[in-house]
């Protein structure tokens, strides 16, 4: 019971009231629309309890130089056996298409794709892990082509190592060679991300007006965060914040030896970098995980703020990250990715 006060007076304390729908295996609620719900969950990960026949998985596509930037597509069901092939890759970055290179009539049409981001405290984790690859395969079977990235880690890597992968990474999805051979529409894209991941790619987001393709129409449509970081400052090192050892690996990420000397600190946060021209997100987050609820409270008021459309949803529990996505929350946020991208 005193878990569930301290819930309720955060939620409150938060300004971010949530009106209960109901358990998750009721779905009324919109995802496409700006809400919130707090559901329970059950144990399961969904998408690792199902088989995926005729789903296709290109492995270890390089989209840079370094041994870590690669990914794996996930092709769904309808794929032609033409798309069950390795683009030509280069191993160094290149920007994506301006509207001056490339005509846009040509990037119209094709299938939506998300990318998706694995977690792991940014310091170990992997596309290939079963449950990662269980979610990349179970949003291809929903239609999506789906592009499951490794990126580099800390502390080899710290900050903005990380961040400038995966943008890489969405760059590689952009290109005209990778939307011909996968059938992807450059107009419905999207990103997926848990942990660590959902930092990345809600960092990704906040901050893919500053793309230089971002007038052009190569933009983030759609974010699913689950249980992401999003305060890496000094804020989370307060008795409600995370841990004595997140706080080290956070540390450790950032490439600091303090918070109060870590200019990195602020610009790993993505609350701090939300504007109007961010993409709807969906974010889920666990009432007593170790990520505390407030990051997300905190950060989807900074998005609402700004008018950003957001489905919020509060599990009870401690489900971290994907071990969120039982059945019924994985089909909210397959429901929230076909809205947004058609």
């Not at 011909?180 to 987001?205: E, H, M």
Request: proline share 7%.
């Amino acid at each position: 019971m005193r878990s569930r006060r301290r819930t309720m007076l955060a939620l409150l304390a938060a300004g971010l009231a949530i009106g209960v729908l109901g358990a998750l295996g009721s779905c009324s609620a919109d995802p496409a629309t700006d809400s919130n719900a707090t559901v329970t969950t059950d144990p399961v990960i969904h998408p690792l309890s199902l088989r995926y026949p005729g789903i296709d998985v290109v492995t270890d596509v390089p989209y840079g130089a370094d041994a870590l930037q690669r990914l794996d597509v996930c092709l769904p069901p309808d794929s032609a056996p033409d798309t069950k092939t390795t683009p030509t890759a280069a191993p160094t970055p290149s920007p994506r298409p301006s509207p001056a290179t490339d005509d846009a009539a040509d990037r119209r049409g094709g299938r939506p794709a998300v990318m998706m981001v694995h977690g792991g405290s940014w310091s170990h984790g992997d596309k290939a892990t079963a449950a990662y690859r269980a979610v990349c395969e179970y949003l291809a079977s929903e239609g999506f082509v789906t592009v499951n990235v490794d990126y580099r880690l800390a502390p080899t890597d710290p900050f903005p190592a990380g961040l400038d992968d995966v943008r890489r990474a969405l760059d590689w999805v952009f290109r005209p060679s990778t939307l011909a051979t996968y059938d992807i529409d450059a107009a419905r894209v999207g990103v997926f991300g848990g942990s660590a991941g959902g930092n990345l790619v809600a960092l990704l987001a906040v901050t893919d007006h500053e793309s230089a393709a971002y007038a052009a129409g190569d933009r983030i449509r759609a974010v699913v965060d689950l249980s992401g970081p999003t305060d890496l400052t000094e804020r989370s090192t307060r008795a409600d914040g995370v841990s004595a050892s997140f706080q080290r690996k956070q540390l450790l990420y950032l490439g600091c030896r303090t918070y109060t000397a870590c200019p990195a600190a602020e610009r790993a946060s993505p609350t701090s970098h939300v504007t109007r021209d961010t993409a709807p997100f969906f974010v889920g987050h666990s009432t007593d995980e170790f990520i505390p609820l407030w990051e997300s409270q905190e950060f989807v008021a900074a998005l609402r703020a700004h008018d950003v459309p957001v489905t919020f949803v509060a599990v009870e529990g401690s489900a971290h990250s994907i071990a969120q996505l039982d059945r019924a929350m994985s089909e909210r946020v397959v429901a929230f990715l076909h809205a947004r991208l058609g």
